[in-house]
């Protein structure tokens, strides 16, 4: 088998993989490679192909990489409830709250298990649909 088939098949599973990652670097490499099949095609030495899917690969990475960070989403920011006072209806023997709150009732978890128990608590998170709670507010 020729070296640009070589070449241009690796690019191929690169890019093949790249569709299953979704970060641009495999696609950067498998660029370079096929860059490296296209050198050893017009009839480079094996250095040069090197040389060249290297130069490719390190710009391509680079410009992947800047892509990224350039586009990167802020973080999140606190939950709305974050810091409201919730009313607890009901304290479960499993050491969980039924919390009001926006006019429903909640499944709620202390912060930690020595928390006190109060009839006014606090939001101080949100997992998923499960409010944890602190005597004091944050």
Same mark, same amino acid.
């Given at each position: 088998m020729a070296?640009?088939?070589?070449?241009?098949?690796?690019?191929?599973?690169?890019?093949? $993989?790249e569709l299953l990652t979704g970060t641009f670097y495999l696609l950067a490499v498998g660029? %370079?490679? #096929?860059?490296?099949g296209l050198a050893a095609w017009l009839g480079a030495g094996t250095a040069v192909q090197l040389l060249a899917a290297a130069v490719v690969?390190? $710009?391509?990475?680079?410009v992947a990489h800047r892509w990224r960070t350039?586009?990167?989403? %802020?973080? #999140?920011?606190?939950?709305?409830?974050v810091g409201q006072a919730v009313q607890v209806r009901?304290?479960?023997?499993?050491?969980?709250?039924?919390?009001?709150?926006r006019g429903t009732?909640?499944?709620a978890?202390?912060?930690?298990?020595?928390?006190?128990? #109060?009839?006014?608590?606090?939001i101080v998170a949100v997992r998923g649909s499960t409010l944890v709670i602190d005597d004091r507010q944050p």
């Open positions: 070296a640009y088939w070589i070449w241009w098949v690796l690019a191929g599973v690169l890019v093949a $993989a660029v %370079a490679f #096929a860059v490296g690969a390190t $710009a391509g990475v680079f350039t586009r990167a989403s %802020a973080p #999140a920011e606190a939950p709305y409830d009901a304290w479960q023997p499993d050491g969980t709250a039924r919390v009001s709150h009732l909640w499944s978890v202390p912060v930690a298990p020595d928390t006190p128990r #109060a009839d006014t608590m606090y």
